[in-house]
């Protein structure tokens, strides 16, 4: 356990510093659950870099989640959700532009979510769903995408004699990768992982971890996480959200050794949330 | 990692607990507590629900079973008495009838449609006479039944008044031969009715402007014009008379020691019951006035046996039976000759259609007359009967007719085909149906659209069944097969439909009522799938309908299977609208149709003991088949329900 987190704090230094070029830009956005009545994230703005893990940390209900599923859309499926302000742009494009399909918006960023959730079907059809969704059917092409798809997710060699066993009987840890490996199937350019370790055992989490950050050298991750040392070991910056508000954003090191505002402090040493 | 320790029992309060319940009343032996009587109350209901279930289980089983050996009597019977031959040859016959009888419908067809206001006229002319006939009886009887003599003459006024308005509409000629055919009758009963009716007829045959053809006239034309037809129609008719000539031959020979088998099987019945009651009244010492009625009524019985010879008779059987293949034989070359002279294309659409389904029961009535000739030679009258074959009889037997003065057949092939059909064809258009509306409403429709959708989809099932089935019958079964008439819809296998009453429109409306249960079983097996799946879905780019068939489907497939089959029991158990729309009819459905099967009229179980019930005395034999049947509906029932619950309970393993 303990090797495993060195281990982890070892690689994210070696990575650490790589030039980073912007993949999304949130520009003051405003968000309401409720058509407008009340704003859940009060405008908020941030640079998101490539290849780079970025955690978002905060108390519960601060609206990290609500942030995270705005990158993607996700919050469509909320009749009475809307964008209050601001806009968010990915790769340069502005994700609520009329000619942008959500469909399409969601292949580029791919979420995994806090509850492992894999579908009912065997280890397989599960990491080969998005690909068929695509249109793919070759059978060479998802054998490949399949496997390189569980090397990345660090799950190729427990899953490998047994692909077409339902993806119900792996391990809460298992099941998570094997969620990261359906997301990463379709190559996607950002990963959103909303709590992803909540639910995993401390080895599994520790697993999980040493995935994001070998994942990172090819996806953008952005991470929330509730756990301070899950922070500060994966990510590269890091943000503090408080009741709707980005509190402080910088790089995680800064964050957690010596923080510009005074909440935040507060925050990551515990004395509240 | 850390263990959440088990915090130590320790009591809270000082005083220490005595886990000493509450005293009840003591009755009888038992504690009567309120939890135990509130308890009793609820576990006694959950037992009677039980209990009456176990009952019509037990009551089933036994009304039901008695009907093997019971039946297996008259078969046994049927077969020494050579009914059992009579009824294979009575089989061919009916197939033989039937084709004659559609032959003559294709040359009535003709007929009309040549003949078209004419042949109408001889129609009418037979019509007329028959209406004034009964007119005249309904008169004559209100009038006989009359004694008071002033109110008689009254009376025959109004009999002579009657037939004159029951004629008044049709404005024949023929009104006046009727009235003089029927004057003598009149004379009797009054003076002066003879006067009043010339006088009626007078009046008429001034008001009769138009005169139609001679009726001798368009006949002569007729034969003249369709001559070749009609030939071929006498010689089918003609060439079936050997046939009829064996069956009432056949019948006459065994239908005698038949009734002979029955009433020695009544006599001794009431032997041994007479003999029981003479043991208990001996054992009882009872007063010998009462024994000696006993056995004089013994003695009697005993001497109404009646001596029978069946082997003697069964000879003559066997005698008429040797010219059976002959007969039909020739009948069947003799068909086809006068078929081969039958005209192919004629204008008339109908006619070509009728003569097209002449010539297939033809066929048919080659095959069966084939199987048949085999039947009949390995048939043999002292050959036992099996319970086996009694069984066989039962459950694989292709006809089922009762109520006949001949011998009642019970074959569950008919019904049970019938009952099958109808819930697949209706599942076929149910479970799409029901399907897709409940997908709709659970992925796709807006909360306020379901809200709408769904109870008005589960109203459906508020609708009585005999109200659909009035439906069906008045408004449904006249569209649906205008509709089929149409040129546009000829496509369709099995268009036009020629039965008003058919296992399609059977079958729509069960759907129309299956398909509620379906939705709302398959609805909340949709609802059931967790929406973590959707997200996931979603999340990777699936679109509603991607994530709807690919992930949600799948999931709740099990659930969804189960309603299907509970949507299946319903539909198989449904008795009002069948029996209202299906047809009645019980034959097994002519498979070689293809999809035109659905075009045919049906009998089904659960219609069967709808429509029979009325007719059987308690512990007939019909009455034992009729829960047989029943026993047969609630087995399949039950296997269905226990498969629903095994189908469920497997997702949750
Ligand atoms: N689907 C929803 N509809 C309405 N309000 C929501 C919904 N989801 C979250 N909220 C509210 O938005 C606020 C932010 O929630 P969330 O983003 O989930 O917080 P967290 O930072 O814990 O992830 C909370 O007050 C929560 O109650
Ligand atoms: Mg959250």
């Given amino acids: 356990m303990h090797d495993m987190s060195k281990k982890i704090t070892a690689l994210s230094k070696t990575t650490k510093n790589r030039e980073a070029s912007t993949v999304i830009e949130v520009d003051d956005i405003g968000f309401s659950y409720d058509l407008g009545k009340t704003e859940t994230l009060k405008g908020i703005s941030m640079e998101i870099p490539k290849n780079q893990v970025t955690a978002l940390i905060g108390p519960s209900g601060c609206g990290k989640s609500t942030l995270l599923r705005c990158l993607n859309r996700m919050n469509d499926l909320i009749d009475t959700a809307k964008i209050t302000r601001g806009a968010i742009r990915i790769l340069g494009q502005d994700i609520h532009a009329a000619e942008v399909d959500a469909i399409e918006l969601r292949k580029q960023v791919g979420m995994v979510f806090q509850k492992y959730n894999p579908f009912p079907k065997s280890i397989y059809d599960n990491v080969a769903y998005g690909l068929r969704i695509q249109g793919v059917k070759k059978k060479s092409i998802l054998d490949e995408a399949v496997e390189r798809s569980l090397r990345n997710a660090a799950l190729w060699d427990e899953a490998k004699d047994r692909l077409k066993d339902s993806a119900l009987g792996l391990s809460g840890g298992q099941q998570q990768r094997l969620c990261i490996a359906r997301t990463i199937a379709v190559r996607p350019k950002v990963i959103l992982m909303d709590e992803p370790c909540s639910a995993l055992d401390p080895i599994a989490t520790a697993k999980v971890e040493e995935l994001m950050l070998e994942l990172r050298k090819e996806f953008t991750i952005v991470i929330v996480t509730h756990s301070m040392q899950q922070a500060s070991r994966i990510s590269d910056r890091t943000a503090f959200f408080y009741l709707g508000e980005l509190v402080e954003y910088a790089s995680t090191s800064h964050i957690f050794t010596s923080p510009s505002v005074k909440q935040t402090e507060d925050y990551i040493s515990g004395r509240f949330g | ?653």
């Fill in chain 2, 1 to 653: 990692m850390q263990v959440a320790a088990v915090p130590a029992n320790k009591p809270k309060n000082k005083s220490a607990p005595t886990f000493k319940g509450k005293r009840g009343l003591r009755l009888m032996g038992l504690n009567f507590t309120t939890d135990g009587v509130v308890k009793g109350f609820f576990g006694g209901n959950a037992y009677l629900a039980i209990l009456a279930l176990l009952f019509i289980c037990v009551f089933l089983l036994k009304s039901g079973l008695g009907f093997i050996p019971g039946y297996r009597v008259e078969l046994g019977e049927a077969r020494i008495s050579g009914v059992e031959l009579t009824n294979k040859v009575r089989y061919e016959l009916t197939g033989y009838k039937a084709l004659l009888a559609r032959v003559n419908q294709a040359f009535i067809a003709e007929k009309r449609n040549r003949f078209g206001d004419e042949e109408s006229t001889i129609y009418l002319y037979e019509e007329f006479e028959a209406l004034v006939d009964d007119e005249f009886e309904d008169a004559m009887e209100t009038y006989l039944s009359i004694n008071d003599s002033p109110e008689k003459e009254a009376a025959c006024a109004r009999l002579c008044k009657d037939i004159a308005d029951a004629c008044n509409n049709i404005p024949e000629k023929k009104l006046l031969q009727a009235l003089t055919r029927r004057l003598p009758e009149l004379r009797k009963v009054s003076t002066n009715a003879k006067d009043q009716a010339i006088a009626l007829a007078q009046d008429y045959a001034l008001n009769d402007a138009e005169t139609p053809h001679a009726v001798a006239e368009i006949s002569a034309q007729i034969s003249k014009e369709m001559g070749n037809f009609n030939t071929a129609v006498q010689a089918i008719k003609s060439a079936g008379k050997p046939l009829i000539q064996l069956e009432s031959e056949l019948t006459k020979h065994t239908a005698e020691s038949d009734r002979i088998l029955k009433l020695n099987r009544q006599t001794s019945g009431s032997i041994t019951a007479l003999e029981q009651g003479l043991k208990k009244a001996k054992q009882r010492d009872e007063p010998p006035v009462i024994i000696a009625a006993i056995e004089k009524r013994l003695k009697k019985s005993r001497g109404s046996f009646i001596e029978i010879d069946t082997e003697a008779r069964i000879k003559a059987v066997y005698q008429a039976i040797e010219n059976h293949d002959l007969i039909v034989d020739t009948l069947l070359i003799k068909i086809s000759k006068a078929f081969n002279s039958l005209p192919a294309e004629l204008e008339n659409e109908l006619t070509n259609v009728t003569i097209e389904q002449a010539h297939k029961l033809n066929s048919e009535f080659a095959i069966i007359v084939a199987k048949q000739k085999e039947n009949i030679s390995a048939w043999r009258h002292d050959k036992s009967i099996t319970t086996g074959n009694t069984l066989a009889a039962f459950f694989f037997g292709s006809e089922w007719q009762t109520g006949s003065p001949w011998q009642d057949i019970y074959g569950l092939m008919p019904l049970f085909t019938g009952s099958l059909l109808v819930a697949s064809v209706s599942l076929l258009f149910a479970v799409p149906l029901a399907i897709g509306a409940a997908l709709y409403v659970n992925q796709f429709a807006h909360k306020r659209e379901a809200a709408l959708v769904k109870p008005g989809i589960e109203f459906i099932q508020a609708i009585p069944s005999v109200v659909l089935g009035l439906f069906g019958v008045l408004v449904l079964a006249g569209f649906l097969k205008d509709w089929s008439h149409s040129p546009l819809l000829s496509w369709i296998p099995g268009f036009p439909i020629t039965e008003r009453l058919n296992v399609l429109l059977a079958a729509l409306l069960l759907a129309f009522m299956a398909a509620p249960t379906i939705f709302t079983l398959a609805e909340d097996a949709l609802n059931n799938v967790p929406k973590a799946f959707t997200e996931a879905s979603l999340a990777m780019g699936a679109t509603k309908l991607q994530t709807a068939i690919n992930v949600i489907l799948p999931a709740s497939m099990p659930g969804i299977i189960a309603a299907i089959m509970l949507g299946f029991g319903r539909v198989v158990g449904e008795t009002m609208v069948v029996l209202m729309v299906a047809g009645n009819k019980a034959k097994i459905p002519e498979f070689s149709e293809g999809i035109g099967i659905v075009g045919q009229p049906v009998h089904t179980m659960t219609s069967i003991i709808a429509q029979e019930y009325g007719e059987v005395t308690e512990g007939s034999l019909h009455w034992q088949a009729l829960f047989m049947v029943g026993l047969v509906l609630f087995t399949i029932s039950l296997v269905i329900n226990s498969t629903c619950q095994r189908v469920l309970n497997s997702k949750n393993r």
